[in-house]
Each structure stands twice: as structure tokens, then as C-alpha cells.
């Protein structure tokens, strides 16, 4: 069974606008949160991740924000650019055997 | 190297073949795993390598499926007798320890018609 949801689907953002990506999971034992950016051809690449004991995590324009209590976590791209067009996956772990999402794709507008 | 390299990108193969899939982590990562992408799906974790340890298997989906990493370095994922539903991208990652992030290979993309 998945243990990390991760919804949409997919995605369109005009240049500019700000990219949503929402996960949720079971197992209140993850300690871990990344985000993997997946371009075609190419494997996933850390993003940015976040650990349970902070709320929210900026590094540029993404933004990690992290619901303990309702188990959701969630990542935005701020100013979305042409370039952010790619598979963006959520992931969780406890240890070192991470749980994926099934992935979104994020098309950027221009 | 400066990545995971990964061989063949791609390979095609016949229902009932074996083939076997390369992946050359970064030097000095002791810590190697297999994942299975599927068209629409997340990654699947397939098996993790840590140093001289025993491996954690629990994720290969068949005892068709096997894995071995010589010399703390080079792993290869064998399939024997591969079914169409094995079709998917498999990705190599390593890293320098069981809590350092994932370095992704670009990934074997394995058809069987």
C-alpha cells in the first residue's frame, strides 16, 4: 500500500504564479521529508527536505510547509519559472528506506 | 565519476530472458538501493546495500529478482525471466550513510515485449 499520498496529479502554473503540491502519510514514525525534482531522462534529484521538528523550510523560491498534526506536508514554488517544469515527488522515511509519492507533474506557462 | 552511472540506459529484451543492469555509485557512498519507476506510479523501493551488511531485500517483488554489490562498489540487479510487467525504469541511488540524502542514477529503462 502507498504510504505517502500525493495529490494533483498534475499541474499548470503561469509564469510567475505559485506551484502547490500536497502529501499525507500514515506512519507517525517518519522522521524525514524530501522533495525530489525529476526532469525526463533524467533521476530525481533532493529538492529540499524538512524534518518534523520545524514547521516550514524556505530555500529560494520552494517553500516546505509541515502539519504534524494532520500528517500533510506540503511544497511551493514561489515565482514559478519556465525551468520548474518537471515531476516533483514527495517522500518520507523512517531510517533509510524512503516512501515515494506517485509524483505530480508541474507545467510552467510561459 | 562525479554521479551514479548507470547501463545500459535502455534495454529491450524478449519475455522470458534474463538481463542484468548496472549501476556505478559515487566513490565513497557505502550505501547503494535499487528502486523500480512505473509509468504514473512513485518509486518502489527494491533493495539497500550498506556497506558490509546484509542487505535489506524485503522490497524485490519475485524471487526472480536478485541483487549483489561486489566490493562495497558495483551493483547489478539481475531479472531472470523477465514478464512484461517488469517493464519500468529501475533507478540506482547511493549516498554517503543510512541518514545522507539520495544521488539518483539517471536510470536503466527496461522494455520486454
Known amino acids: 500500500q502507498q504510504q505517502v499520498k500525493q495529490s494533483p496529479q498534475s499541474l499548470i502554473v503561469q509564469k510567475g504564479g505559485i506551484s502547490i503540491i500536497n502529501c499525507a502519510y500514515e506512519?507517525?514514525?517518519?522522521?524525514?521529508f524530501p522533495w525530489y525534482q525529476q526532469f525526463p531522462g533524467k533521476g530525481p534529484a533532493l529538492l529540499i527536505a524538512?524534518?518534523?521538528?520545524?514547521s516550514e523550510k524556505k530555500e529560494g523560491r520552494f517553500t516546505i510547509s509541515f502539519n504534524k498534526s494532520a500528517k500533510q506536508f506540503s511544497l511551493h514554488i514561489m515565482d514559478s519559472q519556465p525551468g520548474d517544469s518537471a515531476t516533483y515527488f514527495c517522500a518520507a522515511s523512517k531510517g533509510y528506506k524512503l516512501s515515494f509519492g506517485a509524483g505530480t507533474t508541474v507545467t510552467v506557462r510561459a | 565519476g562525479a554521479g551514479v552511472s548507470q547501463s545500459p540506459s535502455n534495454k529491450v529484451t524478449e519475455k522470458g530472458k534474463d538481463v542484468e543492469l548496472r549501476c556505478d555509485p559515487i566513490s565513497g557512498h557505502t550505501a547503494l538501493y535499487w528502486y523500480r519507476q512505473s509509468l504514473g506510479q512513485g518509486l518502489e523501493f527494491l533493495i539497500y546495500?550498506?556497506?558490509?551488511?546484509?542487505?535489506?531485500k524485503s522490497g524485490l517483488p519475485s524471487d526472480r529478482f536478485s541483487a549483489e554489490r561486489t566490493g562495497g562498489s558495483v551493483s547489478t540487479l539481475t531479472i531472470q525471466r523477465t514478464q512484461q510487467e517488469d517493464s519500468a525504469v529501475y533507478l540506482c541511488?547511493?549516498?554517503?550513510?543510512?541518514?545522507?540524502?539520495?544521488?539518483f542514477g539517471n536510470g536503466t529503462r527496461l522494455t520486454v515485449t
Open positions: 506512519n507517525t514514525a517518519f522522521d524525514y
Open positions: 546495500f550498506q556497506g558490509n551488511s546484509a542487505p535489506d
Open positions: 524538512i524534518r518534523p521538528d520545524v
Open positions: 541511488a547511493s549516498s554517503l550513510g543510512r541518514d545522507s540524502p539520495l544521488h
